[in-house]
């Protein structure tokens, strides 16, 4: 009899616990989360300078191209003719000029240009955009001695070259 009197009791007990229970338990859901890579190159480039030339002797120069890109992008590095063709670029003090071109490497055999004309453009493939990851490329330069050139007049002579980097 002990056991029935306590009974009622002890059924309220579950009922109340199963009650709070119900209350307590959680909704969900789920949601996406989503990114894209877009393809991005970046470059650099400094000036080529050849120096004091006095027509006797051929001057040669090189500066380093940087590109950075998406990793794994494919891309084509473009140099433009500037002032001349890539048969012969040109320097220009007004109307005076001396004769010069780019090439992609010291051996001065393939010249740095668009893929026209005689001309290459270069290839690479991005490592990453960080600063480490970027992409070393050199000019090599060369105003040759000729007679054309030896007999340009004193000045400053340039030329502006144009960097095309396609992905």
């Known amino acids: 009899m002990h056991f029935t009197r306590h009974a009622p009791f002890a059924g309220a007990i579950v009922l109340a616990l199963c009650g709070s229970a119900q209350a307590a338990s959680p909704a ?16 650099t480039a400094n000036n080529i300078a050849f120096g004091s030339y006095d027509g006797t002797a051929a001057k040669s120069a090189s500066q380093d191209l940087k590109v950075r890109c998406t990793n ?3 891309y084509t590095v473009k140099l ?9 670029r040109l320097l220009s003090n007004g109307t005076d000029t001396l004769q010069y071109n780019l090439f992609t490497q010291a051996g001065f055999t393939t010249v740095w240009g668009d ?35 030896q007999d340009a ?4 002579y340039t030329d502006t ?3 095309t980097v396609e992905y």
């Open 28 to 43: 969900s859901t789920t949601f996406g989360v989503s990114a894209s890579v877009a393809a991005n190159c970046l470059v």
């Open 72 to 74: 794994n992008l494919p």
């Open 80 to 88: 433009s003719s500037g002032g001349g063709s890539f048969a012969q």
């Open 115 to 149: 893929g026209t004309g005689g001309s290459v453009s270069v290839p690479g493939v991005g490592a990453g955009m960080s600063a480490t990851k970027e992409q070393t490329h050199t000019i090599f330069g060369s105003l040759p001695n000729s007679a054309a050139n």
């Open 153 to 156: 007049p004193v000045g400053s």
């Open 161 to 163: 070259i144009t960097v």
